[in-house]
């Protein structure tokens, strides 16, 4: 994956994978192949278990029970999605307690540049 984002971030996923038009505008601009570079250098700056950590959460359970979480929380997540199934986002609204659902009826997998301040601010304001 490192050698892929290097070369193209554009195929920071594989090329198997047909993404959604949402999500072919956000990997096809220039603006951010340099922020998937560094995103991905960033997540494997210690080595691969935190991914391995996420792949192992795909077919075991979490560790959690998602209907004990007590912190704000949003559950985002778009209709066009083709990694995730718009079903898990679906499944999460209904279990995390008093969650904030924001559903993207055009968006995908990947966050919208223009909305990201706007979607994931909330998470370094002051309590």
């Not at 950590?53 to 997540?77: A, K």
């Not at 969650?99 to 966050?111: L, Y």
Request: charged share 25%; hydrophobic share 40%.
């Amino acid at each position: 994956m490192l050698e892929r984002v290097a070369d193209d971030p554009s195929k920071v996923i594989s090329d198997n994978v047909e993404l959604s038009e949402a999500d072919r505008a956000v990997m096809a601009s220039p603006e951010q192949h340099e922020a998937i570079r560094r995103d991905i250098n960033e997540a494997f700056r210690r080595g691969v278990w935190g991914y391995v950590d996420d792949i192992f959460c795909l077919i075991q359970p979490w560790g959690f029970d998602v209907t004990e979480i007590g912190v704000p929380t949003r559950v985002l997540y778009g209709l066009t999605d083709v990694l995730v199934p718009r079903q898990h986002g679906e499944w999460l609204a209904h279990n995390v307690p008093n969650a904030e659902v924001v559903i993207d009826e055009q968006g995908g997998h990947m966050p919208d540049p223009n909305l990201v301040t706007e979607r994931f601010g909330w998470l370094v304001q002051p309590v």
